[in-house]
Every structure is written in structure tokens, then in C-alpha cells.
């Protein structure tokens, strides 16, 4: 199937639909709710049910009021124009999703964002045998390597310990939707108490539903300093936040969670001590695995380190291609993890 | 070198000062002699002992052809990794991830291999040994092995720190290991001296930079207090430098601690046998015909490494001394000011060009400090160093001792009220400006110049002045307020000598403001504004540094 690539997103003419297209179109798959994937007003937008519920919340009311909404649930399938579309999980944030397109005898997947490790909160990765791949590759480079979940839990629980122990208040940077719901899900599960920004626990009732708890935690308030009597209780906020934090009066000290935290250079970036190496997207190794599992021979790289990694494919005997419209390495880096 | 690594992710984990030095102490304080030595010297980036002047000669090229044969990533993939990640060591340990048997390595183990790469002498065995550490060991340590080698640790780690957690390791005192560092220039021995309770046996070592003092920006002449407190010399236009005199045999070293002595061939050389050992802190010049040239001169013999015959008779350097740091086989900075200036003098009269000794100069009062900074800038200097008479030469310090006086604190455009004639070869002009800043239509003097305009400026000014002369007063000729200048100046002070209640300190004349009549000139109040925030420490938000 031939698939287009323009300023405008991915686009497969042959029926008439657009993968998390940049700009309003009459039909689009959304892989999941991040900005950078979903957004504009679509006439009709397809996605998994967690993933349509929260692309409306963020793009408003009035944004959405033409929109059909077409929830495909992970595993389901529908007819589009002559084409099967089946909605497959993704390990990402809560409800991505990848989409397998079956269009005569050809099987392509969009794999939107994705990681193969299990995620903290959120479906596991099904790899689906396909011919051709449109895959992200945001940290597509081999000094990419992330923590497992197990790690991670274990050091996010560590520092956040070590700081109470100090008299020190613990600050987790992590995005808005989809790491700052894990972090705080993780501290709750080992009964640390929490206070979080309300960007993050906006989405709180789509983790709740899925069945991740929160336990004692309560909204950042302004006055946040001037509480006292309270217990100990470790801050997830955002990364733009950290100005508020250096400036407070308490002694915070920051971890900062994410894909980038694997360079040293995270810390000048977010001012940070503590880097936890922990993403939503694939380690190298992740994406090469996926490629491989796939059994696919013709590869599109968007999103990412794209020049670099398709010809890392291409040396493998991959017809991997970087589209020149969707050029090496994301522009916005807080929103490509 | 495993728990070494450790300790690097911890000290690159915190910002805090008194944090780094106690992470750093705890991991000193159980090591060995041995590894206290590597691990004290890996620190601060050297791989091999400092006696050892040999070198490793593993450059990044190398490092990366060792990883690219481990790994099999090309050199453009290479590329863009160190673009994204900004580190040799890290981007080579993150390439190096999986590759590993994940041995332990221990710091004697790690010195092994330093010392392995030193002794092989063709590229292609040091790639061959660099391949067999980047697949025995752990990428964690792998990344501190190669920032060894790169000698930039980045992890916001001073070898100050370095100095303050052996002391706190050993328990010996911290102002005693800092001394015997400067004396020996070698930590790893100072660690070691410091543990055994040896350190006053650790004697001076030349041939080595040592910190230099520093001076202060003087923020307001009041700092100064009495100025016969203070010694007072010309601030060069020079390069700051340490020379070194060892049996006749000298080096050179500027601020960045760097050899420069090859760039001087002219001070090298048999111009030093019979001098005492000794260290001189002082500024290199050019220098023709009894005073400094330019700095613009004296650059074109920076940009050489090795000078030809030519540039050196063109551009001949000279050291001018002014501080003593070593004589004979001690060190003497804790001597105060005087003696050691009277040892120094006794040096630079032994010996004579190219070696200059910076003359010092006395001043009882504010005026006569003001005069010294004239003629400093008239000799075309930068301005005055003072240095507190009695005091010990504090390394790497920018104390209170020292002060220089340099920059001006703002400028303010001014218009002549007054002209004198000069002295000397300025007699038949008039060179000396008396000026005013405007209060309503009212003109109050608030200083007088001499310096800053060309003989030509001068010339014509004289002309333009004459014509608007309103009255005589012997030598001192009033005029019609109609040339304005931009002065600039180091402070402002309250004085009953101008009828404007201000003085300003150091004013010289940075140009003619052709452009401007008397009505455009700076006012009394922006006066008083400058010296209201000069007495608030805070500069005024128009002052225009000079440079």
C-alpha cells in the first residue's frame, strides 16, 4: 500500500485515512492521546476508547463537537474503504495503540509510539507479523538503554526514601500524560504518600478505571510551603515546573524520569540529581527486536533519530527509509516522550 | 575502578559542595595506600603517576576505531551518538552497553592497563588493547576508564575538593594539606603524606604551576581605607605568568597553569645561571626601548608557539616581576609583603633585562592614588594594583589584599568649564579640562581630566577653547560651556571642592562628543544616582565599561 508522507502527517490514499495526522482531516487514526499524535478537530477519529475519551478532554469540547468517535478497543477490527483495520496494543501510555491495516494481501502496522518491555501501567506490546512497518524511533540510536519496570519501581521507591530519610522533600519530573500517572501509581503502591500537579491528576480517572490506584495523595497547592502537620509526601510534577521548585524554601530534591535521563546532560537540562533512565518509547535494542519479531522487510522510520536509524536497518538487509517530511530527531523533545 | 565509578554517578549526582567533598572522603578513607594514590590521581584526570612525564598518547580517534571494532557502529553513527550525548567517555560506555563480560576491574588492574597503553607504541596495538578492556569490563566503569583518559571527569568536581576530602579522609588538618599541595604540586604523594602524619616533610617541588593570587575589582576607594596601608604598583597590559628558575633552567606557566616556555625562547637559555631557585609571579611584555608595548603587539607573539629569530627582535618579551612565591628551597608566601619584595629585588638587580622588577609606588592620600592611576594610564597601563601592606601571598585566592583598579564605573557626558595648559610637551596647549554636569540652566563642576585625547584633539580643542574664553585666572583660562566630553570614571564621592558637592575619582576623557551640545550633557541628578547606587555596591544600569 503506498503511503504518503507530507508536513501535513501519514496519509494512505488508498483509503482515505491519516495516521495521527498534524492538521484537522476528515478520517484519523489516533495511536494515543499525546499532542505531538492527536489533535486538531478530525470528521471522524479512530482510537481505543481511553485514547478518544482523553483526545476530547484535551482538545476541548467545541474542538471535537463534529468529530465521530469510533472506539476500536484492542483487538477488534473494522471495514475501512476495502481495508481491515485492527486496533493492537501498545506499551506507551494508557490506550496507545498500534494499528494493523490489511489491504489485500498486504499487512502494514503503525506501531504509533511504542516500547516492547512492559510498561507500569498500561497494555504489553503484541507484536504482529506484518510486510511493511511505520515505526517511531525516537531514541533510534545504540546508546539508548532503559530500565525495566521492576527497575525502575525500585529506584524511584529508592530515592524517594533517601530523601525522607534526609528531612529532604522528593520532586518526580516526569510528562503530564502517561509518566507522571506511573510515577505516582508506583510511590502509592509502596505506600508513599503523594502530591501531585494537576496536569497529571487530571487523568487519574481513566488509570483509576483501568484499575491503578493512587492512595494518599492530594492536589499541589500554591501555599504548598506554608502546610505543615503533614506526612512526608513525594511531588510529581511536570518538567516545566522545576522553576516553582528551585524556588521554594523546602529542601527538594529532583529526579527526573524519562528516556533522556540516560544522558548526564539531563541533569544541566532539568536540574535534576537524580536521572532515571525509564521510557515510554523502545531502548535501541527494543526497536531492532521489534523490527526483527516482525518478520517485516520494508521499514519506515518517523519520529526520532530517522536518518540514523534506517540506515542502521538498511545495513541489516532492511528497505528501511527515513521520509524526509518526518526529519531526524523530533522538535519537541518533552512531547516525543 | 568499579566502586571509583560509584562514586563519580554519586559525585555527578549532587550539586552541593560539602556534599561532594564527604562522598569523596568516605570512598578515600578504607582504600589502601596504593589505591588511595590512583584513585586521588584518577580524580583529577591522570592516568599515570606525575613524576611520569610520559605520555599516553590515546586520543579520541583512538577510543572511538577501539569501540567501532567492538561494537561495529561506523564512524557516522559514532558522530551523531557524541552529538546527543556531549561526552567521550559517556557515549563510548553507552555504545560499549551489552558488548561487556562485565569483570571486575580494580584500580591497580586500571593503572595496568594505562600503563600498558603508554608503553605500546604503535596505534593499532593500543586499539588491540583498548578492544580487550572495552569487552572485559562493565560499561559503568568503562565510561570513567575513558574520562581517565580524556582527563575531564565532568561530574562538577574541583581538585579543590579533591585537596579538602583527603584532608577530611585522613583527619589531618585542611589548610596543611593545601599548603604541602602547592609546595609539592602532587596530591597523590600530599594523600599519602597526610595519612602517615608526614606532611611537613613534604618539601617544595618547582617545575610545577602553582595558583596564582588574585586581585579584586575595587568597588569603591573607601574599601581602601587608609591608602598608606597599601602598597601600590601599575596594572600591566600583559600576560599574567609564573616563572620558575631551577639551576638555571627556567619555566614559564600563565593562568591556565599551561607550559608556555617554549613561546619564550628569548627567556630561556643560559640568561639565568647564578640566580637562587626561585618562582616569580609576574606579567610578560612586550617591551622596546624602556617601556611596554601595546597588548596588540604583544599578541602577535601569543599566536606563535614557537617564534621565528625574526619576531623575537621585533617583539622582544620581558618579565616583569612583582611577587617572590620560592626562594632557594622554600617556599615563602606566608613571609609578608615587604620581605619578600626585598628578596625579590635582590633577584631582578642580580640579574637585569629581561627581567624587570615592577616599580612600587607610596601614596598618603586619596589624591595621591588618583595621580598614580593617571599616570599609570598615562604610561599606558592599565591602572594600579594595591596590595595591603603585610601580607602573605595567598594562592588561588582573590582576597581582600589585593585590589585593582581598572575599569570606570560608568561615563557621563560632561561639557568643559575650564582649560589649563600642560607640562612638558603638552606646555603650549591646553590639555587639562575642568568639566560640568547641568543642573537646570546652571553648570557645576564635578572633576577635571588630563588623559584620553589624541595630541591632535588637543591641538584643535585649544584652538576652539581660546575662542571661548570669558575670564583669566593665572594659568586657569574659563570658557563659554560649549565642548562637551564623555568622561569615564571609577567613583563618585561627596566634595566641597566643586560647587556640584561631587567629585569624580579617576575621571579621563574617553572622546570628543562632537555630536553633542551643552544641553544634551548628564545631570546633577544622574550624579547623585551614581552615587547613591555606588554606595549600595550596585552599579548604575547606564555605566559603560570601558572595554
Redesign the interface.
Request: hydrophobic residues 40%.
Given at each position: 500500500m503506498h503511503v504518503t508522507y507530507s508536513p501535513e502527517g501519514i496519509y494512505l490514499g488508498a483509503i482515505g485515512l491519516w495516521l495521527d495526522p498534524r492538521r484537522s482531516q476528515p478520517a484519523a487514526w489516533l495511536s494515543h492521546a499525546h499532542f505531538d499524535h492527536a489533535r486538531g478537530s478530525h470528521g471522524t477519529a479512530i482510537g481505543t476508547p481511553d485514547t478518544l475519551e482523553i483526545y476530547a478532554l484535551r482538545a476541548g469540547e467545541a474542538a471535537v463537537a463534529h468529530t465521530r468517535m469510533q472506539p476500536l478497543p484492542y483487538g477488534e477490527s473494522i471495514e475501512c474503504n476495502g481495508a481491515r483495520l485492527t486496533s493492537l496494543p501498545a506499551a506507551h501510555i494508557l490506550g496507545a495503540a498500534q494499528l494493523l491495516v490489511e489491504h489485500g494481501n498486504e499487512r502494514l502496522v503503525y506501531t504509533g509510539d511504542i516500547k516492547l518491555r512492559p510498561p507500569l501501567c498500561g497494555a504489553i506490546t503484541r507484536v504482529e507479523p506484518c510486510h511493511h512497518l511505520i515505526m517511531e524511533c525516537t531514541f533510534g540510536?545504540?546508546?539508548?538503554?532503559f530500565l525495566s519496570k521492576e527497575e525502575a519501581t525500585a529506584r524511584i521507591v529508592r530515592f524517594a526514601r533517601e530523601c525522607f530519610d534526609e528531612g529532604d522533600t522528593p520532586a518526580f519530573l516526569g510528562y503530564a500524560l502517561g509518566r507522571g500517572q506511573e510515577i505516582a501509581h508506583v510511590l502509592a503502591s509502596h505506600g508513599i504518600a503523594t502530591t501531585i500537579h494537576g496536569a497529571i491528576s487530571r487523568y487519574f480517572p481513566w488509570y483509576q478505571r483501568a484499575g491503578y490506584g493512587f492512595g494518599d495523595w492530594r492536589p499541589y497547592q500554591r501555599d504548598e510551603a506554608a502546610v505543615t502537620g503533614d506526612t512526608p509526601r513525594a511531588m510529581v510534577t511536570v518538567p516545566s515546573f522545576r522553576a516553582t521548585l528551585q524556588a521554594s524554601t523546602r529542601r527538594i530534591r529532583i529526579a527526573y524520569v524519562s528516556g533522556w535521563a540516560?544522558?548526564?546532560?539531563a541533569?544541566a537540562r532539568t536540574g535534576a540529581?537524580?536521572?532515571i533512565p525509564y521510557s515510554d518509547h523502545g531502548g535501541f535494542?527494543e526497536l531492532l527486536d521489534l523490527v526483527q519479531q516482525s518478520g517485516v522487510t520494508k521499514v519506515d522510520a518517523v519520529h526520532g533519530?530517522t536518518d540514523?536509524f534506517a540506515?542502521?536497518l538498511a545495513q541489516r538487509g532492511v528497505d528501511a527509509h527515513a521520509p524526509s517530511a518526518f526529519g531526524e530527531r523530533g522538535s519537541d523533545e518533552e512531547a516525543a516522550d | 575502578m568499579d566502586l571509583f565509578a560509584a562514586t563519580c554517578e554519586r559525585l555527578a549526582a549532587t550539586s552541593s559542595r560539602n556534599s561532594k567533598i564527604r562522598i569523596l572522603a568516605d570512598y578515600l578513607r578504607p582504600l589502601a595506600d596504593d589505591d588511595l594514590t590512583r584513585a586521588v590521581r584518577f580524580f583529577s584526570g591522570s592516568p599515570l603517576a606525575a613524576t611520569d612525564h610520559r605520555q599516553l598518547s590515546v586520543g579520541h580517534s583512538t577510543l572511538r576505531e577501539a569501540v567501532m571494532q567492538v561494537t561495529g557502529w561506523d564512524k557516522d553513527i559514532i558522530r551523531v551518538c557524541h552529538r546527543t550525548v556531549g561526552d567521550t567517555g559517556e557515549t563510548l560506555a553507552a555504545l560499549l552497553h551489552g558488548f561487556a563480560r562485565g569483570e571486575d576491574l580494580s584500580l591497580a588492574a586500571a593503572e595496568e592497563h594505562y600503563l600498558a597503553l603508554q608503553r605500546t607504541r604503535k596505534t593499532a596495538h593500543k586499539v588491540a588493547h583498548l578492544v580487550e578492556c572495552f569487552t572485559r569490563y562493565r560499561p559503568s566503569t568503562l565510561k570513567y576508564f575513558i574520562k581517565v583518559i580524556t582527563r575531564g571527569m565532568r561530574i562538577g568536581l574541583q581538585e579543590k575538593m579533591v585537596v579538602d576530602a583527603v584532608a577530611s579522609a585522613t583527619g589531618a588538618d585542611t589548610d596543611a594539606v593545601r599548603a604541602a599541595n602547592h609546595r609539592a604540586g602532587n596530591l597523590a604523594q600530599v594523600a599519602l603524606a597526610a595519612r602517615a602524619g608526614t606532611l611537613e616533610s613534604i618539601s617544595a617541588r618547582l617545575f610545577h604551576p602553582m595558583d596564582f593570587m588574585l586581585a579584586r575589582p575595587l568597588d569603591s576607594l573607601f574599601d581602601l581605607g587608609d591608602p598608606a596601608l597599601w602598597a601600590i604598583e601599575d596594572k600591566y597590559d600583559g600576560i599574567r605568568a609564573q616563572l620558575h628558575l631551577q639551576a638555571g633552567e627556567i619555566r614559564i606557566y600563565t593562568r591556565g597553569l599551561e607550559d608556555a616556555t617554549p613561546s619564550y625562547p628569548d627567556l630561556s637559555g643560559k640568561l639565568w645561571l647564578g640566580l637562587p631557585d626561585c618562582i616569580l609571579d609576574g606579567e610578560l611584555m612586550a617591551w622596546k626601548d624602556g617601556r611596554a608595548l601595546h597588548f596588540n603587539v604583544l599578541q602577535q607573539r601569543l599566536a606563535r608557539k614557537r617564534p621565528s629569530a625574526r619576531l623575537i627582535t621585533d617583539i622582544p618579551v620581558v618579565f616583569m616581576a612583582y611577587d617572590l612565591l620560592y626562594l632557594r628551597d622554600d617556599m615563602v608566601l606566608h613571609l609578608p609583603l615587604e620581605a619578600r619584595r626585598a628578596a625579590l629585588e635582590a633577584i631582578t638587580q642580580q640579574k637585569g633585562y629581561p627581567l624587570l622588577l615592577s616599580p612600587r609606588h607610596e601614596a598618603r592620600s586619596l589624591d595621591d592614588v588618583e595621580q598614580l592611576f593617571r599616570d599609570a594610564r598615562d604610561r599606558g597601563n592599565e591602572g594600579l594594583v594595591l596590595k595591603r601592606r603585610g601580607s602573605p601571598y595567598e594562592m588561588g585566592k582573590r582576597s581582600g589584599t589585593w585590589y585593582k583598579l581598572k575599569r570606570p564605573l560608568a561615563t557621563l557626558d560632561v561639557v568643559i568649564t575650564a582649560a589649563e595648559q600642560g607640562h612638558g610637551k603638552r606646555a603650549t596647549v591646553l590639555s587639562d579640562y575642568t568639566f560640568a554636569v547641568r543642573e537646570g540652566d546652571r553648570f557645576l563642576n564635578v572633576g577635571k581630566a588630563y588623559s584620553g585625547l589624541t595630541d591632535a584633539e588637543i591641538r584643535e580643542l585649544t584652538r576652539l577653547l581660546r575662542a571661548l574664553v570669558t575670564e583669566r585666572f593665572s594659568r586657569v583660562l574659563l570658557v563659554k560651556p560649549e565642548i562637551v566630553l564623555e568622561v569615564a570614571f571609577d567613583g563618585i564621592q561627596k566634595s566641597p571642592r566643586h560647587k556640584s558637592g561631587y567629585a569624580m575619582r579617576f575621571p579621563r576623557i574617553v572622546r570628543w562628543r562632537r555630536d553633542k551640545t551643552a544641553t544634551d550633557i548628564d545631570t546633577l541628578d544622574r550624579v547623585r544616582e551614581i552615587y547613591e547606587h555606588s554606595l549600595g555596591g550596585m552599579k548604575p544600569g547606564a555605566a559603560a565599561p570601558e572595554e
Open positions: 540510536l545504540p546508546i539508548f538503554h540516560s544522558m548526564d546532560n541533569r540529581e537524580e536521572l535494542h533519530f540514523t540506515r542502521i | -
